[in-house]
């Protein structure tokens, strides 16, 4: 009798673990059929990085592989953390949101759904500047496999920031996007983006530390010009504290700020 234990033990986690995926891409599909496609996605995750990019780069006399990993990188942190903000505030003005909280699955799955429709959409828009960069400016990737890590890692970690904002409890997008701007706007210039955190201040330098999108951004970089501040392994760790980090703060903010 006890030899089928561990079996049934087994077989009982992994219909738990399937019913919680399930759960959770049922979420982001949602988010996906009606957020992706909106006027205020479309500005701030495609229009706004790409302009703001374009004032800084302009007028440098710099190669285009050193200018194409910047953009990704702005490109990934806005996309990424746009769709989570607009999608909760709507669904608490509609009065949906309560569903999602009492919907037979665990917060961490709610919060997973949450952010895999902000990590998706933001790989998707950020094939654009990679795509431009290799065909347009024939810009040279060193290292596909660190490329393609990079991204998968910055995307999902600013799609984890983006749900962690949009815990603040409202019902105004515009409120929680004034609130994430004022962290996402100062990270474009700590990070090394426009001005090498070698060429900084020392005190520039340890606030960068503590900028996920400098290891996001140093990664990219290497994936293209094969020099990075840090090594890949350094950048990946560091990229994966961040996640665990947003991740336990945004679980802890739903418990205690949105029953």
């Known amino acids: 009798?006890?030899?089928?234990m561990p079996?049934?033990?087994?077989k009982g986690w992994t219909k738990h673990l399937?019913?919680?995926m399930n759960g959770a891409w049922a979420i982001a599909k949602k988010d996906m059929r009606i957020y992706y496609f909106r006027s205020n996605i479309i500005v701030s995750g495609i229009l706004f990085p790409l302009f703001m990019f374009l004032s800084f780069a302009i007028g440098k006399n710099a190669p285009p592989k050193t200018l194409v990993p910047g953009l990704i990188s702005i490109t990934l942190l806005f996309s990424a953390s746009q769709i989570e903000p607009v999608s909760?505030?709507?669904?608490?003005?509609?009065k949906t949101f309560e569903r999602l909280l009492s919907a037979p699955i665990s917060l961490n799955s709610m919060i997973f759904g949450?952010?895999?429709?902000g990590f998706l959409y933001s790989l998707v828009i950020a094939l654009l500047p990679l795509v431009v960069g290799i065909f347009?400016?024939?810009t040279q990737i060193v290292n596909a496999p660190i490329l393609v890590i990079s991204m998968i890692l910055t995307s999902f970690c600013f799609a984890m920031l983006g749900t962690l904002f949009a815990a603040y409890p409202t019902e105004t997008a515009g409120e929680v996007m004034a609130i994430l701007n004022t962290v996402r706007l100062p990270?474009?210039?700590?990070?090394g983006i426009f001005i090498p955190i070698s060429s900084m201040p020392q005190i520039g330098q340890k606030i960068a530390l503590i900028s996920p999108l400098t290891y996001g951004n140093d990664m990219i970089g290497y994936a293209f010009t094969g020099n990075s501040l840090f090594s890949p392994l350094i950048d990946i760790s560091m990229l994966v504290i961040f996640i665990i980090i947003f991740h336990l703060a945004t679980n802890y903010?739903?418990?205690n700020f949105n029953e």
């Open 1 to 4: 009798m006890m030899e089928f």
């Open 7 to 10: 079996s049934i033990e087994h």
């Open 18 to 20: 399937s019913r919680e």
């Open 88 to 94: 909760l505030t709507l669904e608490r003005r509609v």
């Open 114 to 117: 949450e952010s895999i429709s």
């Open 136 to 138: 347009i400016f024939d």
């Open 187 to 191: 990270l474009i210039f700590i990070s």
């Open 253 to 255: 903010m739903y418990k």
